[in-house]
């Protein structure tokens, strides 16, 4: 019986490690997005991670270009505080009803969110850069 719960725990442990940067930073921002908590609202975070996991993993891929391009760790972290700057302040755009193009809604983003959403995407270039996985 002990040697059973030790396997499970083993298990259990090892599939937490199995996942990828670019998975722990989009799962990280789905679950703390404050935009998404709710009394009348549903979140599904593993769905949320799921969609912007393709920006993660871009991001990350341009972590190792840099690396490779021969960035040293100054030009890298000036790179991730650009991707930051950048993605935290965009609180302003224009989204589209069912991708009707003559009915867009000026909508303002939640300053927290995005400040979130900048600084995952900050820490997924830098672990791309230092080849964290």
């Known amino acids: 019986m002990k040697r059973l719960l030790i396997a499970v725990v083993i298990l259990v442990l090892g599939g937490c490690a199995a996942k990828t940067s670019p998975e722990r930073h989009s799962l990280y921002y789905a679950r703390h997005d404050p935009t998404m908590m709710g ?22 891929t341009l972590g190792q270009d840099a690396k490779a391009k021969g960035l040293t760790p100054a030009q890298a972290q000036s790179v991730a505080d650009d991707i930051y700057k950048v ?27 995005t400040q979130l959403w900048g600084q995952t995407l900050k820490d997924t270039f830098l672990d791309g850069y230092n080849g964290i996985n």
């Not at 965009?90 to 809604?105: I, P, R, S, V, Y």
């Open 87 to 113: 993605n935290a302040n965009a609180t302003n755009g224009t989204e589209t009803f069912m991708d009707l193009k003559d009915h867009k809604t000026q909508i303002t983003r939640d300053k927290r969110a």
């Open 39 to 60: 009394g009348n609202y549903a979140s599904r975070p593993d769905a949320t991670a799921k969609t912007n996991l393709p920006a993660y993993q871009q991001i990350y």
